[in-house]
């Protein structure tokens, strides 16, 4: 089944300590991006790649980073993670970057104390 | 700067009420429109994709439109499992890689 997939799907963490948010998706999409969700402020994107080793900034990238070392595989990190990082998050891949609809995971409920 | 607005926030129907929800958006240089449906906690739900004025799809009892300035969402006879927020996001030329500006989201109800 062609699917994004998410891990975990829930995380309950404190301030400062490292986290990792994986992402992976078996449909050999070359567009990856990540999106936070807040009440009030929609869907908001965080980071993006275009293909293997090409990643850059959304709307909202302060306190975090990515990696795509593999087509694969769009791992979120939050190096030193804040309260005000508490949020819905969401992976989503498309075939390609420009008029591609976009998939999504699950998503990630991260709080963070 | 891109930008959509949904209408209205929040939908109450009867089942078999039919409605349309609202997208209205400023691109400059539209590449395409998606329409997303929305349970709570759980990923975009992928619907709709129109590209250009006059467009239209549809989907069971769903049906969306495209004109210049504004998508519809046309929801005909609904059931309780259409109970959803409905999402709306455009993506413009001039954002470079593909960026999806995405709209507040209009929460239907269907009451049986």
């Known amino acids: 089944e062609a699917q994004v997939t998410q891990n975990p799907r829930y995380l309950i963490t404190v301030t400062g300590k490292k986290l990792t948010v994986t992402c992976s998706q078996n449909m050999n999409h070359e567009y990856m991006s990540w999106y936070r969700q807040d009440p009030g402020l929609g869907l908001r994107q965080i980071y993006y790649s275009m293909n293997v080793e090409v990643t850059d900034k959304g709307d909202v990238p302060e306190g975090y980073k990515v990696s795509r070392k593999e087509k694969r595989n769009f791992p979120l990190i939050l190096e030193s993670p804040s309260p005000n990082q508490t949020s819905l998050y969401f992976c989503a891949s498309s075939l390609s970057p420009r008029g591609d609809t976009q998939y999504f995971g699950p998503g990630t409920r991260l709080t963070v104390l | 700067e891109d930008q959509v607005t949904q209408s209205p926030e929040a939908l109450r129907l009867q089942e078999g009420e039919s409605s349309s929800l609202n997208c209205s958006y400023t691109v400059s240089g539209l590449r395409g429109l998606f329409w997303y449906r929305q349970d709570p906690g759980k990923g975009p739900e992928f619907l709709f994709t129109?590209?250009?004025a006059g467009e239209e799809k549809e989907k069971e009892r769903l049906k969306a439109t495209l004109t210049k300035k504004e998508s519809f969402l046309h929801i005909t006879a609904p059931k309780p499992e259409d109970s959803a927020t409905y999402l709306c996001a455009v993506e413009g030329v001039g954002q470079g890689a593909q960026k999806l500006v995405f709209g507040q989201g209009t929460r239907l109800t269907i009451n049986p």
């Open positions: 129109l590209y250009s």
